[in-house]
């Protein structure tokens, strides 16, 4: 496959092998290509399903967002093809699962761990700012980890082109930032919102806003009064109180300077992101596959009803 190229594909270029994670509308799937026997995670989405919840427009965005960017920790997207009833979306296949997988089993992240992913996802987001992209669905769960153990954000169905601001209430709730819930305008300050609340729960094992009613937790995201728990340094707590702040202009990474402000974090004066940036510093976890780890391995993802 060579990406950007009008090549037509078709689901006949593919062999389908296992369900790598579903969702509301499809699922993903590791395929093999008949051409060059290379695996790839194709996304399926069922026509139907995606008209029925209004999502048409975030899979078309999804799909121009992927194409006009390039960047170490974004999966890539090859192409797109669509036959009478799914749309067919053909991405990277990362072997190493979901970071919310390797949160789950640990409970927490040591804080060395968390600045690690912290980091390589700050430098993700710098990178989609400067495109005047607002990713707006950052949390463990849509951060995968490469056979290396460095990160590869996906899923970019709620990312949006915002030169200004937007209005659109999306995302995951337990991560909103107080001004989308509010639905008075918001921009890429936004992502930094969630990105507090992505070093949080790594460190704390939940997130500080977690409510089983969701009303309540948006209730409580406005509040914003945060119970740090103790094993929190002073320097991670300061860095969290200047991310998680209901007032938008003080919010770290609002000003011109944008994410180079967060970096220059003491939390962060520990980690060389000149060498993050060129994968050249060892990730803390090395994802574990099956003896001889072949190319096809999906022993770090959950199995699922075919």
Same mark, same amino acid.
């Not at 704390?204 to 728990?229: M, S």
């Not at 090395?286 to 199995?303: A, N, Q, R």
């Given at each position: ?91 990277? &296949?990362?072997?190493?699962?979901? *970071?919310?997988?390797?949160? !789950?089993?640990?409970? =927490? ?6 600045? $690690? ?17 607002v990713y707006r669905d950052l949390k463990p769960e849509n951060i995968l980890l490469d ?61 500080? &806003?977690?409510?089983?009613?969701? *009303?309540?937790?948006?209730? !409580?995201?406005?509040? =914003? ?6 094993? $929190? ?74």
């Amino acid at each position: 496959l060579q990406r950007r190229q009008s090549t037509v594909i078709e689901l006949s270029d593919f062999q389908l092998l296992r369900t790598l994670g579903t969702g509301s509308f499809g699922r993903v799937r590791l395929c093999r290509s008949i051409h060059n026997n290379r695996y790839y995670a194709v996304k399926i989405m069922n026509k139907a399903e995606l008209f029925y919840l209004k999502q048409m427009r975030h899979t078309n965005s999804e799909r121009q967002t992927l194409m006009q960017i390039v960047h170490p920790f974004i999966v890539n997207l090859w192409g797109t093809f669509q036959d009478t009833n799914y749309l067919y979306m053909v991405m990277d &296949f990362i072997p190493g699962g979901e *970071l919310f997988s390797m949160l !789950k089993s640990k409970n =927490c992240l040591k804080p060395h761990e968390a600045k $690690f992913y912290a980091a390589e996802t700050l430098l993700t987001l710098g990178y989609l700012h400067s495109c005047n992209i607002v990713y707006r669905d950052l949390k463990p769960e849509n951060i995968l980890l490469d056979r290396e153990g460095h990160i590869k954000l996906t899923d970019f169905g709620f990312a949006k082109r915002v030169p200004d601001r937007t209005y659109t209430i999306c995302g995951t709730a337990d991560y909103l930032a107080p001004e989308v819930i509010r639905s008075n305008g918001y921009n890429k300050t936004a992502d930094y919102w969630a990105f507090g609340i992505f070093i949080f729960e790594m460190m704390a094992g939940y997130t500080p &806003f977690q409510d089983e009613d969701t *009303l309540r937790g948006y209730e !409580k995201i406005l509040r =914003c009064n945060i119970k740090y728990p103790l094993q $929190f340094d002073k320097q991670v707590r300061d860095l969290l109180m200047r991310l998680l702040t209901t007032n938008i202009s003080s919010r770290l990474g609002s000003r011109a300077r944008g994410c180079l402000d967060i970096m220059e974090h003491p939390w962060f004066a520990t980690v060389d992101f000149e060498l993050l940036a060129h994968r050249k510093i060892q990730p803390p976890y090395i994802p574990k596959f099956k003896e001889g780890g072949k190319e096809d391995d999906t022993s770090c993802y959950d199995v699922y009803d075919e």
